[in-house]
């Protein structure tokens, strides 16, 4: 999992927060920049989000939630760089809003977690990249972790609409 910095704490003074501040931005500027070519836009007919492109037990995949495409008709999906990314067939998890598509062509993969339980903790800071608002730009929401379960994580990072779909990057 790629590391983001931690917040500062309210005890900081104005100074010690400026500069966890800043080192906080770069860190989601490393994250981005090492993630960019994993990161996907989703677009089409109804509707728009994100999905990112993982490694899930030897296959390349697409990752989005399944709800996105639930809505969306003649779905599209590209990378930052406007290059399309080729999918085949899609698998839904059930009893969860997860979905991946086989990836044929495009992108690259972005390491994921084997154990939330593991390898997280309360307060660690996470970066989700989204297609905030729809507008086709990834935007770096920052939080802490402030929940952890056996399945899943919940941050305190924002998530806009057009950013379903999006990793919440460690």
């Given at each position: ?37 994993g ?6 007919k ?12 030897g ?27 080729k ?8 009893g969860?809003?997860?979905?991946t ?12 977690a084997?154990?939330?339980?593991t ?32 399945e899943?994580l ?17």
């Amino acid at each position: 999992a790629l590391l983001c910095g931690l917040f500062a704490s309210d005890t900081a003074t104005a100074a010690a927060r400026g500069k966890a501040a800043a080192k906080n931005q770069a860190q989601a500027k490393e994250v981005l920049d090492n993630c960019r070519t994993g990161l996907v836009l989703v677009e089409g007919k109804g509707g728009v989000a994100s999905g990112f492109i993982a490694d899930i037990k030897g296959r390349k995949v697409l990752v989005t939630n399944a709800h996105v495409l639930a809505d969306i008709r003649n779905v599209r999906f590209k990378l930052l760089d406007n290059t399309p990314v080729k999918v085949g067939t899609a698998m839904v998890a059930v009893g969860h809003d997860i979905l991946t598509l086989a990836v044929i062509e495009g992108g690259t993969v972005i390491p994921t977690a084997t154990s939330v339980t593991t390898e997280v903790t309360f307060d660690d800071a996470v970066v989700v990249p989204g297609n905030a608002g729809g507008a086709g730009i990834v935007r770096p929401f920052r939080g802490p972790i402030i929940g952890i379960g056996p399945e899943r994580l919940e941050v305190s990072a924002m998530i806009e609409p057009g950013s379903s779909g999006s990793p919440i990057i460690h």
